[in-house]
Structure formats: C-alpha cells, structure tokens
C-alpha cells in the first residue's frame, strides 16, 4: 500500500497524541487512502459483473415490472451519483475513472447537477441566459460518457437539477427563484425552458458514440426533475409568496416569489371553477370568509388542521393535478416528440418526514419510481448573518432501530408492477456507524427485488484532483476506505442476486381521501410509512408494494411481525439486544454477513463467524467464482469500523466537529478472526488489499480449528482481504 511520506507522518504524529475524545474506546485511526488509478495486479476487480460495452445488446427496457437489458435479461444496477464538475473530468483522465468504477462493480452513473453553469455544468457562462450549453464542458461531457459505456457502465441522465434562471430567459423575479422548485410545475415559461433545454441536450450527437443521446443506447434511464413536489412545497410553507430569506445562504428550498404565488392562487381559483359544484364551492368560499367572485386565498400550514375534508381535500387535489400534469406533459414530450427509448422517471420521493403518496399518484404514473433517504442527514447550523458555520448529526447505527431504518422510508414507496430505483441513498460523513450503510441497503434491496441504487454521491470534485489527498465532505464516498470497500463486496451481492426475493409480497391500496388525509398525518404518529394500519416492519418479514392509489377503499389493516425480524427466505436476520444493540446477520450460500454489533449476539451465518475486538463493524464475504461460500476457492473479505479523516475531532456530544482534521484518510482496523466453514480446503489465506484493490501486504495464513479456517485479521491496516482457498 503506498502512502505519501506527509500523511503517514502527520497521522502518525495525531495519533500519538490522541485521547479518549477519539471515540469511546480510545481506538487508534490507520492512515489508509483509496487509490484510483491501477494499470496492474489488481486482485479484487468486479469489473467481470459489468457486460461491455454498457448498451452492447440495446436499450434498457422495462419487462415483467423489472428493468432489462437490451437483451431482455433482468438487469440490477448499483450505481453511484456524480455531481457538479465530477461528470465532466478532463479527457486524459476519464478512462482511469471508468476504470476504476468497473472495478468496484459500479455499472451506472447518474450524471446530476448538470444543469449548472460552466465550469460547475454545462451551461454556457459567457450568454446572458441558460439556454446554451457550454461546448467544452459539454465534450468533456460526451467522451466521459463514451469511456463509461466502453467500460460497461451507463449513464442516467438529470434534465432539471439545480438550474439557475436567468432575467434574459424571459423568466420573472429569476434573481428571487434560486433552482424555482415548484414553479417549474406550472409556470408557462419555466416548461418551455425545461423543454428546450431536454430538446438541445438530448438531440445532441456524441462525437465519441456517434449517438445522439435520445438513441444512445448506453443511457439507462433519462429523470425530469430532481427532489421537487408542489405537496412538499405546500406543507412546509414555501407557496406564500414571501420570497427568499436574505440571510438564507442556501436557496434551494425557499419560499416563492409573491409573483409566482399570486398566478398559482388564480391557477386555483380557475380550479375550483372548473371542478367543484355550485354548492361546493359555496361552501369553501363560506370557509374561507369570501365573497362570491372574490378569489378564495391558498391554506397556509398552520391552518390545516382547522380546514374541512372538502377545503383540504380540494387544494391537494389540485397541487396533485399541477404535478400530474407537468410530468405526465413532459413524459409525452420526451417519449412522443423526441423519441427517448428509455425508461423516464418523473421525480423522487424524497422527504421522509412528509407521507409520499400524494406525489406517487404521479410519478407511479412514469416508467420507474425512484426515491432518496438519508440516514441521520446532517442539519446545517447558521449563525446570525445566515452564513453556514457547522453542522449536526445524529451518529447513532440504524441497526439499533429497524423500526425507522433507511429501508422503510425506501420500502414505502415501491409500486407493484414498477422497477423501483434508489437514485440517491447515504450514511452521511463523519457518521461513525456508516460501515452497515452499504451492506445493509445492498440486503434488503435484493430482498425486495429492486432494481437500482445509486450512492449519493461518488465525488462532486473533477478525477483530475483526485491524487491529491482532500477534506472529506459530507456525501462523497470515492475517498471513503470503508463504504469503498463494503460497496465492492455488495457489488456481488446485489449484481447476482446472492440474497433472493421475498417468498411473499404484501400489496396494500389507498383510496384518495386517504392519501389527500395523510398529508396531514404527524410522521412522529405514523412514519415513515404514514399508514397506521400498515407497520413499516412488514418489509423486513416480506416484500412489500402499493398497489393503487384510487382504489374504492384502504386496504384491510395487517399486524405487526414482532422482532426479532426474520425474512421470509430465511436468509435476513434483523436482531436486537435486550440494550437494542442491532445486528444484522446475512446468510445466503454466495454472501453472508455480520453487521453492526457482534458481541451482542451469538448467531452468525452458515459459514462465517467473528471474534473481534471492536465493539461496532461490518463483516462481509462474498463468493467470487459464483459458487456457493463453502466451495467458493476467491471470497473477497470486507471487514469495516470506522472512517475519518486525520485528526478530526468530536464534540462533546459526539454530534458534530470542533476540528475538521487535515486531508488523509484513517480506518479502524476490524481486529480479531474471522472463522470461515469451508468444504475440503486444504489450505486457506487472505492478502490484505491497498486502496486499489492490490495486495497491500504478506498474505496471512489461516489455522484450521475443527471444522473452521481462523484467520486473524487487523494485523495490516486494512479493510478488506482476498481469501484464496486451495483444495
């Protein structure tokens, strides 16, 4: 394993000086980097789980509820985001990163935050407007794009993300409308932009593909907005009209302006016109304290609870009908007009504190639903002047609470007959517990049968400064040694469907009353599913899928499975100590697992076992030759703790910084042995990896016990291992 002089110099120099505020256990932190670029002996490359080049056999299709490969084969993507600058890297580089994806079994990259201008995305900066992108950034663009699909990875594009609007757009207030979330639902203008922007990048003909990328057939699947609901902006009070907080540093969720507020309060009152009778609307203009012919005002949050069924019923129907329209007008235009082939998804569920069906009545409408969580997002503290001067954290495991684990607030909005996509999912950075992130996600989505899933994010800064070593953020893995490494050993799980689907899928309906009702539904009452009559839990007994949103009546109430939590194959077992330590034990023939606390419990899988000295991990082995563990002669071993950067400090609490640290990255070594129960092995050892994939050091021997190989890991700073077993 190489490492600069400087870092190892400058860890070894922190850890010296470390005290208990390191973390409970006084652990000492191993300098370790990743490494992108490795032309040679790569030992743990899953660049063979990718078919080359991404598109060989034609386009992405959706077949049985499922999506597929130009083949018809069921095709699984474990993707990864790339934001800002990231997915437009310099030409002499962007094979390296192509590379270096295929090797950790990456097979999509959802190309996101493109719509920024140049240098940051595509839009020209030199136009007064947004309507021309930028031809560099946009060749960066198309050859990077060209290496991905050799390299046997797609492509998802994001039209609308985070465009800025600009006053010779011919768009109104655009200084006050940051990225115009909700107003691009419904405001004439704005549509038109969104089309003509979709039109110019999606006619475009890649010089490197020779395809226009509406008929290249490396592209998997094409999203029309990014993270934006007029019911989200409703509830949390950003339809009033009282435009952005001055002091707000951070636009991307403010208020709108009152120009756009006042042409969507006559939007509703056409409404109102149009669908209710005379009685009705009587009776809402009584309510609302009006005279005929004077406009009936919006509800504010504040007076929902107050409002009638029919009042409330009446303006959700109509923010539904806004959002209904502009994805289903927009779906036409790319698949009618422009002829895009392959699957287009509307947006994302993406508030997990907000019930996410009235949202899902339309984008269910689309080819695919996809949603986003976050396990324990940082909350971003301002101070007086508005400027951003730290942050929060929970920094607890979700292993310790299945009953409100990232899983559900995913599960809750898959929809049967749909592929189901996680286009953005994390254990945010500097989360100590974000080892069971990945192998966790991995699990379940394979349990539940869905199709994509895309970490947010890979990187938001371009590969050719990727050499050097760099604070981590909140969101970017590329550097992280331990959600790196556990995402290689999830490759194999998910890319082969080593954990089956659930024997039983339990489908639950809506009907409109209940889905308009559960917008005012407290989370804390009824979360992440905000169903009361469904428990969340169900989804780690069985599969779980909405069937309708409009159907005559909810569907009869289902009881709780009661913990621990088996899944119905037999092969998930979400535990809990009497103290709720959590722990999460895989077992299936080609991929097995420890996560979260081992100590707490004595079940292990079939054929691994641990006895390690640190108190939180994740332990994982995955088949490399597609045989089962036992008879398996390559297992890629990921034992993973913690992560950090060097020198970082915690506060008291142990929720937030007080000292960032200094570039580099440090692991705590998973510590003890690791039992293996392997069939006729004569003789079994395990090379520690470097940060590409290399030996990073003298393979270590195991000692047979009975009918176990023990090795002792830790010994070499390292998070994972290639098991080579001879027989």
Known sequence: MRRPAALIALAAAWAAGQTGNQDPKSVILKPYEMAWRADSGVLADLSFLLDK???????????????????????????????????????????????????????????????????????????????????????????????????????????????????????????????????????PRIVELEKE????????????????????????????????????SWKAGRLRGLGPDPKQEDRTWSDIPASYAADLTRLYNAYLERRLDAASLRAIRAEAGVTAGAPVPRLEPAAFTAASALRFSTEASFYMDLENSFLGGMYAFLKQELGVRVPVVGTSIHNGGLTPYPLLASTSKLDMVDSHTYWQHPRFLSDASGRRIGFEIGNTPAVNEPERSPLLALARVAVAGKPFMVSEVNHPYPNEYGAEGVPLLAAYAAFQDWDAIFWYSFSHSPAETWDKPALPGHFDMRQDPVKMTQWAAAALLFHTAAVAPARTVVERSYDHASVVESVRTAAAAHGPFFTSWFPGTVALRHGVRVKSLDAPRPTAPVAAPAPPYLSDTGQLRWLLSPSRKGLVVVDADRWQALIGYPKSQSAA???????????????????????????SARLLLAAGARASNVGMQWNEKRTGNTDLGQPGMTIEPVTGVVKLRLDGARS???????????????????????????????????????????R
């Open 53 to 187: 080049p991404a598109g060989g056999k034609g386009f992405v299709s959706v077949r049985d509820g499922h999506l597929a490969d130009g083949a018809g084969r069921r095709l699984r993507i474990f993707g990864v985001n790339f934001s800002f600058t990231a997915s437009t890297p310099a030409k002499e580089v962007a094979r390296d990163v192509a590379a270096h994806l295929a090797r950790f079994g990456v097979n999509c990259v959802r190309i996101h935050h493109l719509d920024w201008r140049a240098p940051r995305g595509v839009i020209d900066a030199k136009f007064p407007d947004s309507r021309h992108l930028d031809p560099a950034a946009l060749d960066r663009l198309d050859n990077f794009v060209a290496e991905l699909k050799k390299a046997g990875v797609y492509v998802n594009l994001n039209l609308n993300v985070a465009r800025s609007f600009q006053p010779a757009d011919g768009v109104k207030d655009a200084a006050q409308l940051g990225f115009a979330k909700a107003v691009t639902y419904f405001d």
């Open 684 to 726: 079994v050892e395990a090379t520690p990896l470097d940060g590409a994939g290399r030996a990073g050091g003298a393979p270590v021997q195991a000692s047979r016990s009975g009918a176990e190989w023990v090795l002792r890991i830790g010994e070499t700073p390292t998070p994972w291992y290639l098991v080579t077993v001879r």
């Open 605 to 631: 899988p079939s054929n691994l076992g641990a006895d390690v000295a640190n108190e939180f991990c994740s332990i994982a082995v995955g088949s490399m030759d597609g045989k089962p563990v036992r008879t």
């Open 197 to 232: 922007y979709a039109r110019t990048l999606l006619t475009h003909r890649n010089p490197y593909t020779g395809a226009e990328y509406r008929n290249e057939p490396a592209v998997a699947m094409v999203e029309i907005v990014n993270e934006n609901s007029l019911i989200e």
